[in-house]
């Protein structure tokens, strides 16, 4: 059965989120260290729940693994992308 991954980038009184860089950059690293496994991907950008409020996320990216075992071993290669964060967010 698939599995999925969410990550989560919450938004933050203080926090920041570089969209450009998290699409241009960051996406491709993460293709490039953990795509092999993964089926399908969609990122979601966080849109303002009205006029005066913020959006709840910045961004939520959905990743789809044929199972555990795809997911376990894309996770391996984790190291990279997870170096990169401090480069685009703080949250």
Do not use: C, W
């Amino acid at each position: 059965m698939p599995l999925s991954l969410q990550v989560i980038y919450p938004v933050g009184e203080h926090a920041h989120f570089d969209h450009d860089y998290y699409a241009a950059t960051h996406m491709s690293l993460v293709h490039r260290h953990m795509g092999t496994q993964i089926q399908h991907s969609v990122i979601t950008k966080g849109l303002a729940r009205g006029p005066d409020s913020p959006p709840g996320f910045y961004a939520i990216a959905t990743f789809v693994f044929a199972g555990q075992e795809e997911m376990d071993a894309t996770m391996a290669n984790a190291g990279p992308v997870l170096a990169d964060l401090p480069n685009f967010t703080d949250t």
